[in-house]
């Protein structure tokens, strides 16, 4: 069965400094989504984005915040300056119609 | 506002039992409403989805209810296993004629003892 991919699984980084998570959505998925999970809690969206472009962003998604879709197989998500609140599980999905298919996340972890 | 309130908190049944989660949403214009199931360190997984035109649906032994005058849907699942001890979400996603984000409740962390 397809898979969405996601390195690392878990990344450690000093506050401050720049991370970048990376993503390999299911091959001929149009729609593609960053959402966070602090631990214990909810799944909240971060972005979406479709056709190139960023469709929608919710209040989390600041201007610390960006996504790329580099060479049409890869989507990331940057963090510029990392804060010590932005630990939490970080989950990219994708989908073209049916189910949204969630990868295994990323666990970013701010010292 | 878009919400979507998941209960119980927390569950814990026997092996066998029949654990129902509940959840309402207060936004009529929600189109799509999944329940994922999470294990720890893992990702949310599809388990089963509804859409409103529908009362109810059944995968094996997961069944989804909806009842959209009362703008609520339930989980229940039969024959429950130790191994479907996981947290479960629901979500919904709003209506806009594309594949719009998912609006998740808080979750429910299932126990099911032997």
């Known amino acids: 069965e397809p898979e969405v991919t996601q390195t690392p699984s878990h990344q450690v980084t000093q506050m401050g400094q720049e991370v970048i998570l990376r993503c390999v959505p299911i091959?001929?998925?149009?729609?593609f989504y960053w959402y966070r999970q602090i631990l214990g809690q909810k799944v909240e969206f971060l972005v979406s984005?479709?056709?190139?472009?960023?469709?929608?962003k919710s209040e989390i998604f600041d201007d610390q915040f960006s996504v790329e879709r580099p060479d049409g197989s890869n989507f990331t998500l940057k963090i510029r300056s990392t804060k010590l609140e932005d630990s939490a599980m970080y989950f990219c999905?994708?989908?073209?119609?049916?189910?949204?298919?969630f990868g295994s996340g990323t666990r970013l972890t701010v010292v | 506002q878009q919400q979507v309130k998941q209960s119980p908190q927390s569950l814990i049944v026997q092996k066998g039992g029949i654990p129902i989660i509940n959840c309402a949403y207060e936004?009529?214009?929600?189109?799509?409403f999944p329940w994922y199931q999470q294990f720890p360190g893992k990702g949310p997984a599809l388990l089963i989805a509804?859409?409103?035109?529908?009362s109810e649906k059944k995968e094996g032994r997961f069944t989804i209810s909806f009842n959209k005058s009362a703008k609520q849907f339930s989980l229940h699942i039969m024959d429950s296993q130790p191994g479907d001890s996981a947290t479960y979400f629901c979500?919904?996603?709003?209506?806009?004629?594309?594949?719009?984000?998912?609006?998740f409740g808080a979750g429910t962390r299932l126990a099911v003892h032997p």
């Open positions: 509804i859409r409103p035109d529908v």
């Open positions: 091959s001929n998925h149009l729609y």
């Open positions: 979500a919904a996603r709003p209506f806009s004629g594309g594949y719009n984000k998912l609006i």
């Open positions: 936004n009529t214009a929600f189109d799509y």
């Open positions: 999905a994708s989908t073209t119609g049916g189910g949204y298919t």
């Open positions: 984005f479709y056709n190139n472009e960023i469709s929608e």
